[in-house]
């Protein structure tokens, strides 16, 4: 498997729909097809630097999920294999295998909704000025990195630019209706508490992540990814001590990083040295061979 980092997906002859933080997204007959790149991002903007293999991991881990929670909710996922995808696209297997998904149209919901089975990043430091997060009382006296006594839902405005906002439960009623809020507050802590069980018996504790939804004819849909270390925060159970950052098999190190530099957040975004790049890597690919059981790098995807 090719090691070489692809920051953007250009497929000659096929237009492009939008082009995310990470992901390229192409119409293809009524469907949509996901291309995850190498690209990674912090505090919303897109860093100088991908990671190699990031994009197959990301893209990888989220089939692995969509089939695990197949039972919980549904999904838009349909296929991996671009020799299935409409023309043009098998013609592209080359940049499409292993990190590409044909998925269902859907109407997403311009909500991230965020489940939190443990204080840390912004919702420890909304607790920190307030007592709260996303407008929910939290006991007093909280560590940072305490597990929270039931996991909370605390939802964000999904910014088109600039950065997502802590919001509370209500104004997200507010924004998409109260049914539609309850159902996708109710599907994203059932996600979590079976992600989180199937974590922990893997030495690997969930400590938030954040879900996409959509919806189409039949309901209300799962999308865009699931539980990656891009959208979540993975911390290595036999080390977890409460009372500050914990080691993480995610993103988190990647913002630490570019907080000690002193970037102001604000683009341009910083390039990676060659070390914080390899470290991610390798944060990356173990937080998918521990929850999946499987090694990327010789499972030929």
């Not at 938030?208 to 993975?234: C, H, N, Q, V, Y």
Request: glycine share 8%; net charge neutral; proline share 7%.
């Amino acid at each position: 498997m090719s090691n070489a980092v692809i920051t953007q997906i250009d497929l000659p002859g096929v237009k492009v729909s939008a082009r995310g933080k990470v992901r390229d997204i192409f119409p293809a007959d009524g469907r949509l097809v996901l291309v995850a790149s190498d690209r990674i991002s912090a505090y919303d903007c897109i860093l100088a630097t991908g990671i190699p293999f990031k994009g197959r991991i990301l893209t990888q881990l989220s089939i692995f999920w969509f089939d695990f929670l197949k039972d919980v909710v549904r999904n838009h996922f349909l296929s991996a294999d671009p020799r299935e995808f409409p023309e043009p696209f098998p013609k592209f297997v080359d940049q499409l295998e292993g990190r590409s998904m044909l998925v269902k149209t859907a109407k997403p919901v311009p909500i991230e909704c965020v489940v939190r089975g443990y204080l840390s990043g912004s919702g420890w430091k909304e607790y920190q000025a307030t007592g709260r997060t996303s407008g929910v009382a939290l006991p007093a006296g909280l560590k940072e990195s305490a597990r929270l006594s039931e996991p909370v839902f605390t939802p964000a405005s999904k910014a088109v630019s600039g950065h997502d906002e802590n919001i509370s439960y209500a104004r997200m009623a507010d924004r998409i209706g109260a049914d539609l809020a309850a159902q996708l507050r109710d599907f994203s802590l059932a996600i979590y508490a079976a992600a989180s069980r199937h974590a922990e018996q893997n030495g690997v504790i969930l400590a938030d992540t954040k879900f996409e939804f959509g919806t189409d004819e039949d309901g209300i849909l799962l999308i865009d990814e699931a539980l990656t270390p891009d959208s979540s925060r993975f911390w290595p159970r036999d080390s977890y001590q409460p009372g500050g950052p914990q080691p993480s098999f995610d993103k988190q190190y990647v913002r630490d990083y570019v907080e000690s530099i002193g970037w102001n957040k604000q683009p341009p975004a910083p390039e990676l040295p060659p070390e914080v790049v390899e470290q991610t890597t390798k944060k990356y690919l173990e937080i998918y061979r521990r929850l999946t059981g499987r090694d990327l790098l010789s499972s030929g995807r």
